[in-house]
Nanobody
Framework: VQLVESGGGLVQPGGSLRLSCAAS????????MGWFRQAPGKEREFVAS????????GYTDSVKGRFTISRDNAKNTLYLQMNSLKPEDTAVYYC???????????WGQGTQVTVSS
């Protein structure tokens, strides 16, 4: 199993970024997938999830209305569109199954998102 996140960067408050997660080594389309993030000095936390069929999504309260999770099962890719970014969104963002670690040792390297003026 391999999960490779990309798309992070430095953005000003109010800006947007689109994260991608390329998945391989498992049947991506049948698993609920999620985005998670870890800020410096904090525990990794759940951000958003999406069912295999893309029919059901969920978000942590702090990102509702600003972030949108989606997936392309034909490309084995998970996305996170992040709008109206705030400094408190600064973190390393990871993708994984939800719940995470259905596949042991499956965390990728993550992608750094920094929101700062």
């Amino acid at each position: 199993v391999q999960l490779v996140e990309s798309g992070g960067g430095l953005v000003q408050p109010g800006g947007s970024l689109r994260l991608s997660c390329a998945a391989s080594g498992f049947t991506f389309s049948i698993y609920t997938m999620g985005w998670f993030r870890q800020a410096p000095g904090k525990e990794r936390e759940f951000v958003a999830s999406i069912r295999g069929s893309s029919s059901n999504t969920g978000y942590t309260d702090s990102v509702k209305g600003r972030f949108t999770i989606s997936r392309d099962n034909a490309k084995n890719t998970l996305y996170l569109q992040m709008n109206s970014l705030k400094p408190e969104d600064t973190a390393v963002y990871y993708c994984n199954t939800n719940p995470p670690q259905i596949f042991p040792n499956s965390w990728g390297q993550g992608t750094q998102v920094t929101v700062s003026s």
